[in-house]
Every structure is written in C-alpha cells, then in structure tokens.
C-alpha cells in the first residue's frame, strides 16, 4: 500500500491547498497548451498538491495593471505628484505674479484663486508649464522655467541646464548612462537617451574648438615671450607634466604599479625659469 507522503506539521503533501490568487497560482503551477494543472519540481517531476483553479480578479481602478485605462482616462492632477522637478527660480516667481495679475483683471473671476499646473512640457532636464485656477478655470499661457543659450540660429535655443549637465558628464569619469541613473535617484524625470547623446556631441563639439582656439593663444604668447627673449619663436620651452594611470594598485607615489594600461599626461607649458618644476610630482 502506497504511504502517502507528510510534512513535518503532519500535513499531507497530496492534500487539497486553499484557492490561491492569481499571482501564487502562476508561480505554483504550470497549465499545459491542453488545459492540465502541472506542479513540477526543479526536475520537472509531477507534485502531489491538490490545487484549485484561481477566480479571475475583478478589475480595480487602483490596479497598475487592470485599472490603467481608468487611470488614464481620470483627470490629471499633477499637483498631487510626487515627482521632483528642476525649475528656475526667478522664472517660477514670474509665472506666479503674472498669472495673479492676468487671472485679477479677467470678469467673473474667483476673488482668491488656487492654481494648479495644468499641462507641462518637458525639455530635457527642464519644464514648460501653465497653471489653470480650480474654483474659476483660468488658465494662464505656457511658460519656460529655464534658461535658454543664445545661439545666433534658428530654430529652438537650447536650455542651460541640459548642457550644463553634459559639460559636467564630460569632465567626470561617469557617462550619460550613470547620469540618468544618479538623476532617477533623485526622483527626477529623466531626459531622452537620444536627446543627451545628441547634446552630448554637441557639447564635444564645442568644448574641442574652443580648446584649439586656446591652445593656439598659448602658442602665440609663449612666441611672442620667446621674441621678447632674442630668441627665435620656436625655441623650446619647459613644461610640468603630470600623469593618471588607469591602475588599481598604485600603493605610493614611486610606485605606479605594473598593471598600468593607459596614461592620461598632462602637460602644463611655462617659458618662465619658476614654472620649470613639475608642479604635482614630488621631487627626488
């Protein structure tokens, strides 16, 4: 006579479990193409549970899932977000004042309005938005909360913060992956991957010419030192260099260590005797 098998409460393994949710059910059992209720083990073996089929949930407004067209379909009140957003302040206090003053000089209008944002657009980092009063239902025209970068083109200007932000990226060993990552944790909205990486090469692009039109001005300076010298404009010149290795177990400042794979040197050109030294490195 086969014994059935008990867990240690004294309860049989092959015994009827109670009606699990939808959600246990699916991580229980395994319902074949033909309808059948599986229980395998990690090899795929048969259990013995008895187990009933789960009642379909009913839809519920609050759901992520089953309630998402309802909550779509809800009035938006972003008031009630809990969202951080990244706002210029004197812009903000603008908006504000204004839409005061243009919602007092209207007819029939509330005596004390309570504005809410009714619509926002995001660009990059930054925010446009206009604020609709609840009691009355003004509504003011949009605004922009940043600051634009006049670039002498046509078409839309684009905001500080967004390049800021690439400025920085670029002088840092994180990329635009970390950077939305740090900005997610902020509980920022972030900005479009496409978008960034197209600020980014923009950003590159200007930082590389503007530090070809420094170099060149270093150039013409240490020859116009050199003249000033009696000495051709091609002489040479001292310069400090410092270098960055690409190495975990540098232990000291004589000992770079010997898996070193890349070297970021710094030179830094001085044509005068007191900037000869080098100006991080110790000496010996």
Not at 42 to 65: I, Q, T, Y
Request: charged share 25%.
């Amino acid at each position: 006579m086969a014994v059935s098998a008990v867990q240690e409460g004294g309860e049989s393994l092959a015994a009827w479990k109670p009606r699990l949710t939808e959600a246990e059910f699916e991580r229980v059992a395994k319902v074949t193409p033909g309808g059948l209720i599986e229980i395998p083990d990690a090899e795929g073996r048969s259990g013995e549970a008895k187990l009933l089929r789960p009642k379909h949930s009913v839809p519920d407004d609050n759901d992520d899932n089953d309630g998402l067209l309802s909550t779509y379909l809800k009035a938006d009140d972003t008031s009630a977000s809990e969202e951080m957003r990244l706002y210029n302040k004197g812009k903000m206090q603008y908006m504000y004042n204004e839409c005061i003053l243009q919602h007092s000089i209207q007819k029939n209008m509330c005596a004390i309005p309570e504005f809410t944002i009714a619509r926002e657009v995001k660009y990059g980092l930054c925010w446009q938005c206009c604020l609709r009063c609840t009691k009355c239902g003004f509504t003011s025209s949009m605004y922009k909360l940043y600051t634009e970068i006049e670039t002498g083109k046509k078409g839309r200007k684009p905001a500080a913060p967004n390049v800021g932000l690439q400025v920085g990226l670029q002088e840092s060993t994180t990329g635009n992956a970390k950077g939305r990552l740090i900005l997610t944790c902020l509980n920022l909205p972030v900005p479009n991957r496409s978008v960034m990486q197209k600020t980014a090469n923009k950003v590159a692009a200007a930082t590389a010419t503007m530090t070809l039109a420094d170099l060149a001005k270093k150039r013409d300076n240490i020859k116009r030192i050199n003249r000033l010298r009696g000495l051709p404009e091609n002489s040479p010149i001292n310069i400090a260099m410092d270098s960055r290795y690409n190495s975990a177990t540098i232990t000291g400042a004589y000992h770079a260590g010997q898996n070193a794979s890349q070297a970021r040197p710094d030179p830094g050109g001085r044509p005068t005797f007191p900037h000869a030294d080098a100006r991080l490195c110790a000496h010996q």
